[in-house]
């Protein structure tokens, strides 16, 4: 039998508990040794679930063990840079949640305990392994359409998240649109030097209260010459709207919307077919499957990871950018935010 | 927890390992208890990966168990009618891949037997549980285009399985065309009534040499007055190519294909896309999980299994009544064969 | 100036004044010096519209005119293969609508005549010309799919025409299918060598109380050993449904519907799309005109009409096969019917 | 017979010899009474082509005869705004090809001079009559999408023009991007009060040598709070780019390209289709045949232009926007403009 990597869940909420599953049943070479939730209930419904041997509600307890090699970090978002330090310190891979931080001094802590510990660190941003996406971005390094000279990003929700939720977010740029700074910078393998963002709140009055928007247009210039605009909105009424298009000297790709099935409906009214995928958990199912393999082959076979820690600080840097700019009303270069 | 059904699996070659792994980690409700191969080693390899506690090389050491409450038989086509015959005598719940056999007498004493016994037997058609497919049936039964009048499936595989599998196939009708027979009558629910048969050795020679052919196209009459079309193939060299359409007297539905990716090229040459899913394993996992959970939830739940023992005898008879045709060149009323 | 071919049209009916209107507007070598139809005021209002010249109700004295060097046969079917008669005495080159006769003896004379006499016959089979289908021949010509296997070709109407017309139509085979079976043999180039109907009565009773069918499915056998089969509908309630599908040994050719425009609009119930273009006239306005572009310049540049005699020949025989094989329940070679 | 407009035709190059002959040929309530260019032969081969009875080089030979009713400006854009005022002057009613000046004070004082005259006058934004554009704009009206939130404007050319067109087309957002300003004003109804215009040289370096950008991305902010993207580039390899989308509150609509034809084939490669339609001539025909009929309708019913003057202002100050905002580096408001 090929060697497993042991690994251990801290957080086993929604996100948690997928990559507890994928772990568990698709990826062979991984071993789910371990699972930690400050609420207990949900750590130890999943290992019953999961047959995962240790269950814990302190994370310290994971870190701890010497049979734990790796961890997945899905917390929430203010516990994740120092998970990701304490975890580096005790000598455990980390594959953790996006973002890592929306402060950046917090982020390059952790980013400089990873160096120190000389341990492998991804970041999710799970829609690099999405197969459409993956393939756009394939097909544009291999030269299919020259030189990039444009790119467009749409991304939208079905609804939006509770108000609560939206609070405590970081707002649209650092919850939603940093996605999309990631998918600017994966597709064409250039680094975004200026943002320009304008925002509205045409959804719902209350997130604009809680003073962020619910609609954005973002336009990126990129240190290659290339320009790009992201779209935004917290509620496309027919589903997650995801699409991508990337034009360049010789060519042009566009990725369309995956639907639940291919059955059109022809009628005396017209020519109907299904909605997108409806949300996250749909769409991207394989894109997480295919991120945890990712991390266990790479920690596996002592490869950089596909998504380091760099990868995970430069889109909160995109998404500070924004808001100034949005704030400011004026376009914002990288620089300026540090 | 709610109540599992304690299951065995009979076969662990291919198929008998996917729905193995459905079983264990994508249906809940399920519990495998047992596998049984009369090569002991497949099965115990399936056994270690998903931790079944009891393997076997004989399947009538999983019959006797009293813990097993359902099978599902995975093993060789001439096996099934007597599997299904001694399974249910053990009084276990069945389910079958398909065909149950080429021989009606077969199929009808094991049948018999499945009366007589009382216990639920679901056969493995699994393309009726496809997304697509399943949606473009329950738009029929909704009525959305009406009376159905006209019925095109299109089938055709990447490329011919190996000449000794064809010899001992029962030939394209009974080997292949048996699912969309089976699909003909699930889309509009109504019975064929003739077949008319024909077709050719285009892909390659040693098929002809077989006693098969290698590319058909069978007409349909059903008793409803509708008429039907399904051409096959052995070799499509674009991949696997299943799509379906009913057209009725206020609409029609047409499926097509589904791809690994959404990604579209546009260069000087064209537009260009993603081919069809590969395969059938591709192409139907989605399926092949949900007929699984189907079967679970029947017999669970007391009612009638989705694809009952005469959905397994009536593909069988236009298959016969196709070879019937082909050879006689004239149209066959299925009361022709039995 | 390039040199313009001096025109008759007769028959000043709907699809006479099409021809007129492209002849007159869009074809630059061609010159309407004369039109004919019984009905006098029918023909004056086209003459007025278009600038031509010379007027008659007697088809007789457009035959006997010196400048009239072609005519362009638009009156009813009963009176095409004797105007191809008298229109090859005169010496003129002839373009007639589809069909020739439904007597495979009056066209025999009638093509004998224009032997004769030397001139260039052209039969209106226009779905040749549309671009999608014409790419679709062009790309098994080029050799695109290897060697065709299999063609399927789908073509419904959005509705019945008057029940008066379906009496003298010559029933769905020769007044509808016919186009059909022009396009298989277009389509692969290889002979039909038998036919195999099905049909029937699933639209209006009226239709079979004229002892006609209403719906069809016709296998064809090509000599190349291809298989075909040819669906139609008298009422498709989404619009004229015209696709065509050729499978080959490396590759397959769907062509899809024509929509009258490509606005997609998403919304909570689903993805909808225009229907296709409503009917012959609009879905095929560009093979109309190139079609008459072909006569013209086969006759100016003394080159072999595109659709010549045979070409109007073969698909009558195909229809008549196809009556007899639905009336016989068996199917019939071609030779059978002359 | 329906009254009929006379018009003359005032430059007949390429688009004035396309409205003529659509005049002449498709729209029965026009008569083309004159045409006049200054390059005589032009003027006269038109007329000859089309029996159109009166030929000048000089226009004012045109605005004299007092059976013109209406003229169709189509001479080069810097003759436009004096063409404008003297047809005004004169009393004709007045078709003129976008753009009317890049001078505002020159749009203005031809715009009071067709107030003064109580002529009518229409602008050549022809894209406005695409019937797909058009569907859109109706479903958008209609209230299919709610309230407009997002649009956006993809446009891009095959190839770019001639170095010495450039240098005096006024630059990419005056002579490529007006046509998608408008655009973006038609497509929901409401005023952009705000451009931001990013742009490269990517495509040809000449074209930067002569002041200009090749690629561009314009920001659009509506009064209504809706948000818009215009992308733009010189050089699509796979032809004439055309797309528009517009997102709303409860559903969003897409246009897709439109294709020459529908033929998809399928290989061993992928899926392959065909390119969009070449070029505006392929594109807009039907465009430019609608526009022209609507401003025949409108002289004779005495409605009011479709596309007003108004409308053709308003789409210069947002190209003097987006060329200001490049500059300046930061988003412009219209009324910075004038």
Redesign the interface.
Known sequence: MTRRLNIAIIGAGRIGRVHAEHL???I?EANVVAIADVVRAAAEECAA?L?IPFVTDDHRAVLTRPDVEAVVICSSTDTHAQLIEAAAEAGKHIFCEKPIDYDLRKIDRALAAVAQAGVKLQIGFNRRFD??????RD?VAEG??G?P??V?I?S?DPAPPPIEYIKVSGGIFLDMTIHDFDMARYLIGSEVESV?A??????DPRIGEAGDVD???V?L?YAS?????I?N?R?????Y?QRIEV?G??????????T?????????????????LHFFMERYTEAFVAEMQAFVSCVLDDRPPPVGGMDGRIPVVMGLAAWKSLRE???MRLTEIG
Chains 1, 2, 3, 4 share one sequence.
């Open positions: 568990a049943h698709r062979p679930a047959h197969p459409s996406f993956k393939r756009a097909m299919k359409i030189e000279h444009l467009r749409t939208r320009y304008v925002g509205g709140v045409l959804v609609t954005a247009l336009t210039q010459g290339a320009l790009g605009s779209d909105s509620r496309a009424v027919y589903g709207d034009f000297s010789v060519g042009g790709i566009v990725v369309t919307n995956r639940p099935d291919n059955a059109i409906l022809s009628d005396a009214e017209g020519v109907h077919a299904a909605r997108p009303q004026r376009p």
